[in-house]
């Protein structure tokens, strides 16, 4: 394998974007259980929630009490970072009250996406973000900066890949280097992933790039790979392959965390994280949604 794959870090997001689309609200509990085992698997950072109005999005509304609940547990691993979504600033003051270390932050490059997610043009959102971003680095915490629907939009189809290199620049003009672009839509095809992240290395070789790909024509995994070969470190997926934006028009799920640790491991990498524990958690999600999850790994590899 490329030597880039020996650098790369697991961002799990099934915790937040994995329950975002199911209307089956989990309990309290058995949410503290499944992220009991994803700290226990070594994973290198876990998304925990998302900090929106309940209304809008039910599963999530636990989000403050589950990071409250994990700081007085003492359960967290020391090399975990909790990581957490902020789309405006009162989401921002939430997370900041409960000691999140990671933002996650963004902006659409579709204009139809951006209204249907956040009520905001994507030059508003971005407005907001920034100011939000800058904030959140002057106390401390470690802030991911994401354009969402980079490689297509489920409502418009091909995005113009200058809307997503503008986005970029306004990130890296205010100083931030850890950037994501998020295939929300499931649209990437693997010379697009190339092409795309070469550019915005191009742009600035120092940025900390994330990918976040949605498997929605069988090209996550082959999407990861481009991305990995092209420089990108940081790997966002969802145990069970759980996901998809509900704001989008044909959600599908995230590439399963399990699939892409058990290849590392076939190549001889990561064999600091522990399968057996994501496997714990697509399992009990199957059983708790009684259907079978898009992952492959899960249902063949004894929890």
């Known amino acids: ?52 109005h309940p209304k809008l999005m039910p599963q999530m509304t636990d ?43 963004g902006v659409s490059a579709s204009e139809t996406h951006s209204m249907k997610n956040t009520g905001k043009s994507t030059g508003e959102a971005l407005k907001g973000i920034i100011p939000m971003a800058l904030d959140a680095l002057a106390e401390g915490k470690k802030v991911q900066a994401s354009v969402q629907s980079a490689f297509g939009c489920g409502y418009e189809g091909e995005i113009d890949e200058n809307r997503v290199y503008t986005i970029v620049e306004e990130y890296l003009n205010a100083g931030l280097k850890n950037i994501s672009l998020a295939d929300t839509a499931g649209h990437a095809k693997p010379d697009q992933v190339e092409r795309m992240f070469a550019r915005i290395f191009e742009m600035d070789n120092t940025i900390e790039a994330a990918c976040h790909f949605h498997d929605t024509y069988g090209y996550g995994m082959k999407n990861i790979e481009s991305a990995v070969n092209t420089g990108v470190r940081y790997i966002e997926t969802a145990f069970g392959g759980l996901g998809g934006c509900p704001f989008t028009k044909s959600p599908s799920g995230n590439v399963p965390t399990e699939d892409l640790v058990y290849e590392l491991r076939q190549n001889g990498l990561r064999e600091d994280i522990h399968l057996k524990e994501i496997v714990k958690a ?22």
């Open 1 to 52: 394998m490329d030597p880039n794959w020996e650098k790369v870090i697991i961002h799990e997001v099934g915790m937040r974007d994995g329950l975002q689309m199911e209307s089956r609200l989990l309990p309290f509990a058995d949410k503290i259980r499944l992220l009991r085992w994803l700290m226990q698997s070594g994973v290198d950072i876990i998304q925990v929630g998302s900090f929106v």
């Open 282 to 303: 697509a399992n009990f999600m199957s059983d708790f949604l009684n259907r079978e999850l898009p992952g492959k790994i899960y249902k063949n590899v004894p929890s």
């Open 63 to 105: 989000t403050d009490e589950l990071f409250t609940a994990i700081w007085e547990s003492g359960i967290k691993p020391q090399k975990t970072i909790l990581s957490a979504l902020a789309l405006n600033r009162r989401g921002l003051e939430r997370g900041l009250k409960v000691n999140v270390e990671m933002f996650c932050m």
